[in-house]
């Protein structure tokens, strides 16, 4: 089931960028521009630092306050992905080099 959602881009400047994962089964985004894409496998977000791609199963918004710039992803969250300038970045190599 896929589900187009678009939002309104959160205004500049861009609150600072937090990713909190819970249990691998809550992601919790602060930096949020905007939520690109939603579907029962991948959420797309814009954040402060690039595009999020978070692949996954079961996954669904839970909470969304654009005026706050934050998302909250609840499923099973299997991997997180920055794309930049057409780039895949994994958490991994962001976090540690």
Request: glycine content about 10%; hydrophobic content about 35%; overall charge positive.
């Given at each position: 089931?896929?589900?187009?959602l678009k939002t309104?881009?959160?205004p500049?400047p861009?609150?600072?960028?937090?990713?909190?994962?819970?249990?691998?089964?809550?992601?919790?985004?602060?930096?949020v521009?905007?939520?690109?894409?939603?579907?029962?496998?991948?959420?797309?977000?814009r954040t402060?630092?690039?595009?999020?791609v978070?692949?996954?199963?079961?996954?669904?918004?839970?909470q969304?306050a654009?005026q706050?710039q934050?998302?909250?992803?609840?499923?099973?969250?299997?991997?997180?992905?920055?794309?930049?300038?057409?780039?895949?970045t994994?958490?991994?190599?962001?976090?540690?080099?």
């Amino acid at each position: 089931m896929a589900q187009e959602l678009k939002t309104k881009p959160a205004p500049e400047p861009a609150a600072d960028e937090r990713l909190e994962l819970v249990g691998r089964r809550t992601l919790r985004v602060t930096g949020v521009r905007e939520v690109l894409h939603v579907e029962d496998n991948t959420v797309v977000i814009r954040t402060a630092e690039g595009v999020l791609v978070v692949h996954g199963e079961g996954l669904r918004l839970r909470q969304l306050a654009p005026q706050e710039q934050r998302v909250e992803v609840l499923g099973q969250v299997r991997e997180l992905r920055y794309e930049q300038g057409g780039q895949r970045t994994s958490m991994r190599r962001r976090l540690f080099g």
